[in-house]
């Protein structure tokens, strides 16, 4: 299933709103938008079954695990690219059972997508926000 863009933000879509972070051939700034592309395509080939609603603040994606106003986000994703370096990072919010004080977080960062998949499906799993989801189950227990 897909990634979707959460209803505050339904008037484009995830990939049109990254689409537009591309910048030009002349431009001299970081490319935010197609690492972000690129996650996006990684994300919807992983989660067949789970749909994942995104919100975007800047050119963060933010993960909910519903669509419902008031809802907490449990994982912030960026990516940007810059010549040859790349650097995708992510942070999850440390549930509340467990976290040493409100707020706390877990980040990390990875130059490869094929590691910062890794590092979505950890994030995921251990901030609980997807509990009991067979699917995320699954791809954490293939990746121990």
Known sequence: MPIVRRFEQNKKTLEQFYKELIPKPDDQIADFGTPM?????????????????????????LLFSDNHENSDYYVIINAYQLNSYAEYRIDYVIPENIRPWEGAIVNGSSGTLDEFEKKIIISMYNSEGWKHNIELQNLYESIK
């Open 37 to 61: 592309l690129e996650v996006l395509k990684s994300v919807n080939t992983m989660f067949q079954e789970t749909v994942l609603y995104g919100l975007t603040s800047h050119a963060s994606l």
